[in-house]
């Protein structure tokens, strides 16, 4: 089956600047991959998904980036504010869907 | 649309009692799906359904577990008896269509159930 590994598990960054989150897998099948934020006392909540046919996807402060050699895929947030802090979940999924382990990320003001 | 609705929101059991948590997923939606998350295990899929049907349920950890969906609207994840390793937040999420995974899945706000 899918195994979905994240990295790091906690960053903390300053307003204003970048982050970026890293996963990993291991079915060369997936084809759909999911970024969920998750809210402290809430579900998570998709912000951006990516398809194995496209590289890179963009949705304002919010990119996306899939290397299917290599079995990556990123989050990036540019520009982050305070209201950006949660944990970021990453999945892989073709038959089944398989979450990374969560990145808590801290924006200090 | 009010978007997938859980309850209870919190629910505190002791060891042994049956424990009953409830999903309503988002009108017209074919897909629902049981969760389960914790901080040793992260969020693991439990079981799914495809149009009330159960497609795979190879998630749910023991004969202890069921889950039913009588309806398009309704369904339940039920535990009997519960024990303390339940503890977890158990998350119901409902997704339009697609093939299998490939479409956007929809989280409820979550049980936060404690088995004392």
């Known amino acids: 089956g899918e195994n979905v590994e994240q990295h790091p598990s906690t960053l903390s960054v300053q307003e204003g600047d970048s982050a970026v989150i890293k996963c990993t897998y291991s079915?060369?099948?997936?084809?759909?991959f999911p970024w969920y934020k998750q809210e402290l006392g809430k579900g998570p909540q998709l912000i951006i998904d990516i398809r194995s046919n496209v590289g890179e996807k963009k949705d304002q402060r919010i990119a996306v980036t899939l290397n299917k050699t290599a079995k990556h895929f990123s989050l990036h947030i540019t520009e982050t504010q305070p209201e950006d802090s949660a944990v970021y979940f990453c999945a892989a999924s073709n038959n089944d869907m398989r979450f990374g382990a969560g990145t808590r990320l801290t924006v200090k003001p | 649309d009010a978007g997938v609705i859980q309850s209870p929101r919190h629910e505190v059991t002791e060891m042994g009692q049956e424990v009953t948590l409830r999903c309503k997923p988002i009108s017209g939606h074919d897909y629902l799906f049981w969760y389960r998350q914790t901080m040793m295990r992260g969020l693991e899929l439990l079981i799914y359904f495809n149009n009330n049907v159960p497609i795979d349920d190879s998630g749910m950890p023991e004969d202890r577990f069921s889950a039913k969906m009588p309806n398009a609207s309704f369904s339940t994840l039920k535990i009997q008896p519960s024990e303390p390793r339940d503890s977890a937040v158990y998350f119901c999420?409902?997704?339009?269509?697609?093939?299998?995974?490939?479409?956007?899945?929809?989280f409820g706000p979550g049980t936060r159930l404690t088995v004392l």
């Open positions: 079915d060369s099948a997936s084809n759909y």
């Open positions: 999420a409902s997704s339009l269509g697609g093939i299998g995974f490939t479409d956007t899945q929809y």
